[in-house]
């Protein structure tokens, strides 16, 4: 089943810069890398797919329906390049509130999409965040904080999944085990689409989409 299609989806900036027209389907199940160098609109095209921008032309549904800007956690979860966790929370507070909405219950287990149970403390744990599960953002490292984006993003279980450079902050051994917890949750069925440079994300892929400048 494709989560997203997109025929002719393109996004421009300015007359040189962003996102050039695209032809695009995702499946459930399927980890999508996006490649390509810098300024080639892999970030322009997942902001796209979140409903954080309109394209400029194109079609584009996620799910039956256009993103919006919105969109339920359970829907379309996004790990941004640029970290974007409340500070005013703890690393747990931050994933239970990204999931209340979804069925979290309050001790550890959030409904994912589906309705099954997503185990927080486990995936804190495989992240090497469990010991930090009660300390503020701003006592974390920048790769402590985008394991915590993605296992906030991860823990919704959602429909779709993006990831903009997921593994930019993070060491080799870090690395592998982010690669490991994005292809668990297109394992699970989500739809995960993750632009990278890093031959570690690339050899997990399903596919790999490279974007020309």
């Known amino acids: 089943m494709s989560i997203v299609v997109a025929d002719g989806v393109s996004k421009m900036w300015t007359a040189t810069a962003g996102l050039r027209r695209v032809d695009l389907s995702v499946d459930a199940g399927e980890l999508l890398v996006v490649r390509g160098r810098s300024g080639s609109g892999k970030s322009t095209l997942l902001a796209v797919l979140a409903g954080l921008c ?51 219950d309050g001790r550890g287990r959030g409904a994912g999409g589906d309705g099954s149970a997503v185990d927080v403390d486990a995936l804190l744990g495989e992240l090497g965040l469990i010991e930090m599960a009660g300390r503020a953002i701003t006592e ?39 690669v490991d917890v994005l292809r668990r949750a297109a394992d699970l069925g989500s739809a995960v689409v993750v632009a990278t440079h890093d031959e570690t994300v690339v050899a997990a892929a399903d596919r790999v989409l490279a974007m020309s400048d």
């Open 54 to 104: 309109r394209p400029d032309a194109g079609s584009l549904t996620v799910d039956g329906r256009p993103p919006r800007d919105d969109e339920p956690w359970r829907r379309i979860a996004f790990v941004p390049q640029v970290l974007t966790l409340a500070v005013e929370l703890s690393v747990r507070e931050n994933i239970d509130d990204a999931i209340r909405g979804d069925g979290s």
């Open 140 to 178: 974390l490292s920048m790769g402590q904080q985008q394991r915590v984006s993605l296992a906030r993003a991860v823990a919704a279980r959602p429909t779709l999944l993006l990831a903009d450079e997921p593994t930019c902050f993070q060491d080799d051994g870090h690395a592998h085990t982010v």
